[in-house]
Antibody, heavy 121, light 105 residues
Framework: EVQLVESGGALVQPGGSLRLTCAAS????????LNWVRQAPGKGLEWVGR??????????EYAASVKGRFTVSRDDSKTSLFLQMNSLRTEDTAVYYC????????????WGQGTLVTVSS | DIQMTQSPPSLSASVGDRVTITCRAS??????LVWYQQKPGKAPKSLIY???SLQTGVPSRFSGSGSGTDFTLTISSLQPEDFATYYC?????????FGQGTRLE
């Protein structure tokens, strides 16, 4: 059974930092690009960032809204995905999902259940 | 960035109705479009990939069409479990972008 389990969500003050973890299992994690997608309360979905697989040198892509503040990383030996969030802002408040999204020629789609990050003083 | 515009933002329908949701991209994305269904408090679920291919296990009443800039998601006969919010997402180029959602009620 495919599982993506996010953890690390918390209440944090503006300007603070937080690290989210996604534990993946039930599929060959190392073969897939991994993503973070977020959803502010009552709002739509926003893609945050992606890390490619080893074959593509673990390169990353980010949304403009988080570039320079957030870092996506992975540890394939632990089948885990990470999101390091620095300089947090109130507008970063959201449920953060770990996801495998369809690629050109690859339909695979898996989502975790999300973890809530609240940025507030 | 490619903007994805869904219409309508919300839609009132009844069980058995045929429902169509549209998604327009601000520039051509070939067929690199995914449709998701999301229920309250749950993660999105992929229904359609590559604009018109049904994900495994998704009922055949769901279908997708389109290419370039204009896409549609059709539910041929609405079932009670289909009342949810639907999103389109393009992955032709970075950043990956989603439509704002269509709430089916």
């Amino acid at each position: 059974e495919v599982q993506l389990v996010e953890s690390g969500g918390a209440l944090v003050q503006p300007g603070g930092s937080l690290r989210l973890t996604c534990a993946a299992s039930g599929f060959t994690v190392s073969d897939h690009y991994l993503n973070w997608v977020r959803q502010a309360p009552g709002k739509g979905l926003e893609w945050v960032g992606r890390i490619r697989d080893k074959a593509h040198s673990y390169t990353t892509e980010y949304a403009a809204s988080v570039k320079g503040r957030f870092t996506v990383s992975r540890d394939d030996s632990k089948t885990s995905l990470f999101l390091q969030m620095n300089s947090l802002r109130t507008e970063d408040t959201a449920v953060y999902y770990c996801a495998v999204l369809p690629l050109k020629g690859t339909p695979t789609a898996y989502w975790g259940q999300g973890t809530l990050v609240t940025v507030s003083s | 960035d490619i903007q994805m515009t869904q219409s309508p933002p919300s839609l009132s329908a009844s069980v058995g109705d045929r429902v169509t949701i549209t998604c327009r991209a601000s520039q051509g994305i070939s067929t690199w479009l995914v449709w998701y269904q999301q229920k309250p408090g749950k993660a999105p679920k992929s229904l359609i990939y590559a604009a018109s291919s049904l994900q495994t296990g998704v009922p055949s009443r769901f279908s997708g069409s389109g290419s370039g800039t204009d896409f549609t998601l059709t539910i041929s006969s609405l079932q009670p479990e289909d009342f949810a919010t639907y999103y389109c997402q393009q992955h032709n180029s970075y950043p990956i972008t989603f439509g704002q959602g269509t709430r089916l009620e």
